[in-house]
């Protein structure tokens, strides 16, 4: 694991001197070896303690350094009158705006404890900044690329699952960071933990992942245009996956609606029920009628309705599809209608929105022999599994 580890830190530090040098030729803004990730964004967190896990820190305040801890050292963060107040065991350190925690070797680590609210201890590689907010702490993991995708592999879909189906998720995970780099700008980071982004908890330690993220080292999606993919991915299609257009109304020519026989039986999310009360789903579908109807028309419509991949149509007006999910807290929009009685039954298939990868498709077609290309190639049309190194190539050339 040692040696693995040394490796994998070499390889990347290499590929991500790459990542600056091109991504200004992609049209993307310059940028440096790390990512700034925006952790623990859900909670509003007043109060942490962190700790070196491996290796050994320097403290900056405001700028200034005035620490260097290890594994031995306990700090306290807390949130007070707008200022972060710095605690070294029982030491008052004073109260700054912003605190960087900064290592100078690529495998070192840092143990987070919030307190307040308390939370799980996570481990975060590289780097840590703590700022002060107006109601929370604000928590940035500078970290650099490739540790960053082994904590979202492992957030994700996490490190039991077929090798080549983790080679997957590493390219996906790496395209994506690469591609959205700015969403979260005028927060002061570059991608949050959430779902909104991609998710991610900590470090992963798991040779299963890091392996996967070795064996797919600075490797990313592109499109005919060269241009770095909107990498999206799904739990579950139901059996067909979604043009991007009937979902988010833009289309790309590589998010095409294509068959998957691999996600339809003995899969978790295969297929789902859902029973609501008549009144309440007819009610529901009043609201977007535009002239009043007739009680026979509604008992008809609200099972018998017209539907396509996009929307339905009740009382001569369109319902999107995703908006009937959204409402309903559905797993998909892939679902039909019946009645039992005084019950609206929706039945099912698949999780998500259906665009792009299946990630239970995938992982069957991995169990199943094929490869990490091929499986990227099935649910991406025309794009190309490229490295960062040969883009830049290309783009000199």
Known sequence: M??????????????????????????????????SIGVMTDQEVTSIVVTPDEG??????????ILEVSSTSILQLTLHDQKVKLRLFDKDMGSFRNIMFL????????????????????????HLQVAAG???????NKVELENYVAGVVEAEVGYKAHPEFLKVQA??????????????????????????????KQKSRHYSILKAVIETHGMVLIDDHVQLITAAFHSNCGGQTSNSEDVWLTSKSY????????????????????????????????????????????????????????????????????????????????????EEGETIVLTGRGYGHGVGLCQEGAMRMALYGKS??????????????????????FLED
């Open 2 to 35: 040692g040696q693995l580890t040394i490796c994998y830190i070499c390889r990347m530090r290499l590929t991500l001197i790459m990542i600056v040098i091109l991504l200004g030729g992609l049209g993307f803004q310059a940028r440096a070896e790390y990512m």
């Open 56 to 65: 050994s820190y320097f403290v900056f305040a405001d700028g200034v350094k």
């Open 103 to 126: 290592s100078d070797h690529g495998d070192n680590s840092l143990r987070v404890k919030a307190v307040f609210p308390d939370l799980d201890v996570r481990v975060y590689d590289d």
């Open 134 to 140: 107006a109601k929370s702490l604000m928590l940035i």
């Open 171 to 200: 390219i996906l995970a790496r395209t994506y960071a690469l591609s959205h780099a700015v969403r979260h700008k005028a927060d002061g980071y570059e991608l949050c933990d959430r779902v909104h982004c991609q998710a991610y």
């Open 255 to 338: 998010l095409r609606s294509v068959v998957d026989t691999f996600c339809t039986t003995g899969t978790r999310h295969s297929q789902w029920r859902r029973e609501v009360n008549k009144s309440d789903w007819v009610r529901y579908l009043k609201t977007h009628q535009e002239s009043p109807v007739t009680k026979e028309c509604l008992d008809s419509v609200a099972v018998c309705f017209p539907q396509d991949e996009r929307q339905v149509v009740y009382a001569g007006v369109d319902i999107p599809l995703k908006d009937i999910r959204n409402d309903w807290n559905l797993k998909s929009t892939f679902f039909s209608v019946n």
């Open 372 to 393: 990490f290309k091929d499986i990227l190639h099935y649910y991406y049309e025309g794009i190309n599994i490229v490295s960062i190194e040969a883009l830049k190539f």
